[in-house]
């Protein structure tokens, strides 16, 4: 503590002991007026007169204002001087308050951006009804050429042009040939990669569960559909850009939610890429140890497609195979 803070914290005291002092005194006047009151009234009931004490009653009411006058000035010194310790201490504290300020907003503002552009952070969990999270393999079980109803929610108030990419990651039956360099396989020859699940899950055939080829996508903020995507304006404290939680009945999925975090401010491709790979989870893909996959926990913004490998795995699911930990990495 400084020494004019030590000052002032004794200006106080001494202002709070006048302060008593004044009190004190202002009760003292009160109950002598009082005690003339009733010596006065008596006299007066008695004599019939006009009396003595009524004088010194009207110059102790005047002392009894004087000190009233003088607690309220008092009162105001010790507040103003209170006011001015706590302002001091603030002062004290701003320029910490504001290098904290500043580092969470750099670290808030630069560091999602930086990440995003490198690797993508993604988390799945599977619920059953009971609300327990489970690690069984999954798949949807409907009719055939019956379709799944997707639904996005734009709670970010995302753009056109930015739903679209949503949709694309979907229903998009486009092909990329990749050279590799940066996706799985490495070293081996040019692949070919969907951009879309649609395009993705057409080629898959003989399995014991249909798998749902065909997406109806709607938009509504109630909630209907199978599959609800929520664009969210809600940051992830733990810097995750997407999340699905796919509910399931034994093996059997009954709703998957995916969430995309800060939607609002990811660019068209961020988004896509971000869809393509929870939209993997929503169909009943868990995370592949293989980096370069798209189904790895962490994901590229520009080079995330759906591989021949998502594919094989995705139709050993619909055959009740469960995918080991490390599927895409040994294929
Ligand atoms: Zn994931």
Redesign the pocket.
Known sequence: MTQRMQDKEESIKQLRDQLGHLTNELNKTTEYIQLLEIQDESKTKRDNLDSEPEHEISELLQKQNTISHEIILVKKRIQKLSAKTILKIELLILPIVIVLLFFVATNYAIQPSADINSSIK???MTENLRGSITDDYKYWNVANNTPLVVNIENNAGASDQNIQAVKNAIMSTDMITDDNSQTYQADSAPSKYFKGWQGAVKTISDTKHYVPEKFNIIQSPSGEGQIVITLSTIKDSNGYS?V?RTIVDGNQILKAFITIYDAGKLTDTQTESIVR??FG?ALGLP?TSNTSDL?H?SIAADHSYISTCDINTLQKLYNDVKPSDDFCNNE
């Open positions: 993604t988390r799945y997407g699905t790979h929870e989870h995370h189904m926990d």
